[in-house]
């Protein structure tokens, strides 16, 4: 890798990019230069960065010479578009979208779970769902003690993970329905406010929606083992930041709750917080804005012989997306894997 180190940011206006530009820079990355980009409506606008601003430029094909790490987060069509473009160029793409999650050439990566599985990367490298992230740091060190037969988890996902638009959108509905208006209704296909949608995504032909799927798919890539069942109903609820999970796990080898909570306290990205005799328990708001995945509520399932319970929270926005990528970053430095190999440029047009 180059001395100078060139980083792009792609989707640099929406919520996520913000808070992509955010992370680079609270956590010192060693970038010699960050470039915004979006589309050309918002060309010429400016983004936060630091104590300063950045000037956002057009995102095009030719967008990427003399840039070493592009981070995606504009939507898996701009992604399945630009990111081939960049891999030729000698970029390595972490993308934030769902577009190439389940691509066999593309790594889905967690650091604090699978940092190995870059070492194959072609070019680009794919940011999980949000959803999944959360869940995934929790339960590794559990498959790696017990190991997991079966996971059943309930997701209560914040309005900010369908971007600005919602988060508007929920905040119009609230001062609608308390000054006696009918609330309007644009973003989800009910109203959000003082309400639980037990629908993420679209609804596929299993019943299921894509955002399920996405949370069992992804959760069995991760792990690297197809024999892990895992089964999801995800709803979205008032909330601005912050996903909640209730999360049934069933393991090979008995683990006790006492057992999970000092192997989960030891995790890497993991803070425990549970001590349900003095109320102390993780909740959306405690996550809001913090890095690490907190998880309480541990214990054990007494219906089956071998059952955990676990209620895990963390930002949406900060871990469930920009952290994750900017640790991605992190990792490929770490592992002087910067880089595309030459016969892998083309692999992706």
């Known amino acids: 890798m180059s001395k100078k180190l060139v980083v792009a940011v792609c989707g640099a206006t929406g919520a996520v990019g913000r808070e992509m530009l955010k992370t680079l820079h609270d956590r010192n990355f060693p970038a010699t230069e960050v470039i915004p980009f979006a589309s050309a409506r918002s060309a010429g606008s400016k983004v936060p960065y630091g104590d300063g601003e950045l000037t956002v430029r057009e995102l ?59 070492e194959a990367h072609k070019g680009i490298i794919a940011n999980p769902n949000c959803s999944t992230i959360q869940m995934i740091v929790a339960l590794k060190p559990i498959h790696d003690a017990a190991k997991i037969k079966r996971v059943v988890v309930s997701t209560y996902q914040a309005v900010s993970g369908t971007g600005q638009k919602a988060i508007r959108e929920l905040e119009t509905q609230v001062r609608q329905l308390f000054n006696m208006q009918e609330p309007e209704v644009n973003v989800y296909p009910h109203r959000i406010a003082f309400n639980v949608l037990p629908h993420i995504d679209v609804f596929l032909e299993n019943d299921y929606t894509k955002e399920e799927m996405k949370m069992t798919n992804e959760t069995v890539k991760i792990l690297g083992d197809p024999s892990v069942k895992v089964t999801a109903t995800c709803a979205r609820v008032p909330v601005f930041y912050g996903h909640s999970e209730a999360v049934n796990v069933e393991t090979v080898a008995k683990l006790t709750a ?92």
């Open 60 to 118: 095009t094909e030719d967008s990427f010479a003399g840039v070493d790490l592009a981070i995606f987060s504009a939507g898996g069509s701009t992604s399945l578009k630009f990111a081939p473009h960049a891999v030729k160029a000698g970029c390595v793409v972490v993308d934030n979208s769902a577009a190439w999650r389940m691509d066999d050439r593309c790594p889905l990566v967690v650091p604090e779970v699978n940092p190995q599985h870059l």
């Open 258 to 349: 006492a057992e999970c909570r000092a192997l989960l306290s030891q995790a890497p990205g993991v803070q425990v917080y549970d001590n349900p005799r003095e109320k102390m328990y993780p909740m959306a708001i405690d996550a809001a804005g913090e890095d690490m995945t907190f998880v309480g509520r541990i214990r054990e399932d007494e219906t089956i012989e071998n059952g955990l319970n676990m209620w895990i929270v963390a930002d949406n926005i900060r871990k469930g997306a920009a952290l994750n990528a900017v640790q991605i970053g992190e990792e490929l430095i770490r592992r002087d894997l910067l880089r595309v190999k030459d016969e892998d440029r083309n692999t992706f047009l």
